[in-house]
């Protein structure tokens, strides 16, 4: 099974400033085939779904905020909030869509300093 | 517009069993694989199990191998997930989810259900 290690678990950011997560996958979850990291990015407020923010790494589901941005490739990936918004407050998770079983990181609590 | 509406969810004893129902709309059902992910109080997330939009290529996390069942009635528009000898450890809300891709069954999940909280405790 590919792991998936999220940091930090927490953070706390003032609103406008840069919010940085990390994720880490156990392997590499790129397909040298087509080039395609198996990776997305969930956003998930209190008492609702997750919902999808990037795919494919870095590729921002239509009507997320151009705020939202996703980098990395093989098994080191990054979700940056260029600007952080009150509205942005979430845990966040990213996932891999390599292998089965997928897998999802434990998840990075975001707030506002 | 796509929606997923769980139902089937509640309160069972241990050993027991329910059927997981979700109803979708708004999308063409049978080109998309679906999957089930839950969520176990104040937890993260964890993929269940996952089907493909004929029906056919049903998997399951090990933690429930043998004990649920996924399917679909493309008929119905309706992906469902029998549950069978659970157990406490299976206290959780159930969402389904959509794959993004048609025809693809490893891609990002674009639309979620709200959920249905399944709780097993005698």
């Known amino acids: 099974d590919i792991v998936m290690t999220q940091s930090p678990d927490s953070l706390a950011v003032s609103l406008g400033e840069r919010a940085t997560i990390n994720c880490k996958s156990s392997?590499?979850?790129?397909?040298?085939?087509?080039?395609?990291?198996?990776l997305a990015w969930y956003q998930q407020k209190p008492g609702q779904p997750p919902k999808m923010l990037i795919y494919?790494?870095?590729t921002r589901e239509s009507g997320v905020p151009d705020r939202f941005s996703g980098s990395g490739s093989g098994t080191d990936f990054t979700l940056t909030i260029s600007s952080l918004q009150a509205e942005d407050v979430a845990v966040y998770y990213c996932q891999q869509y390599y292998s089965i079983p997928l897998t999802f990181g434990g998840g990075t609590k975001v707030e506002i300093k | 517009e796509v929606q997923l509406l769980e139902s089937g969810g509640g309160l069972v004893q241990p050993g027991g069993s329910l059927r997981l129902s979700c109803a979708a709309s708004?999308?063409?059902?049978?080109?998309?694989?679906m999957k089930w992910v839950r969520q176990a109080p104040g937890k993260g997330l964890e993929w269940v199990s996952s089907?493909?939009?004929?029906?056919?290529?049903?998997y399951y996390a090990d933690s429930v191998k043998g004990r649920f069942t996924i399917s679909r009635d493309n008929s119905r528009s309706t992906l469902y997930l029998q549950m069978n000898s659970l157990r406490a450890e299976d206290t959780a809300v159930y969402y389904c989810a959509k794959v993004r891709v048609q025809g693809a069954i490893r891609n990002g999940l674009d639309y979620w259900g709200q959920g249905t909280l399944v709780t097993v405790s005698s």
């Open positions: 708004g999308f063409a059902f049978s080109s998309y694989a």
């Open positions: 089907i493909s939009g004929s029906g056919g290529s049903p």
């Open positions: 494919w790494a870095s």
């Open positions: 392997q590499s979850v790129l397909n040298s085939s087509n080039h395609k990291n198996y």
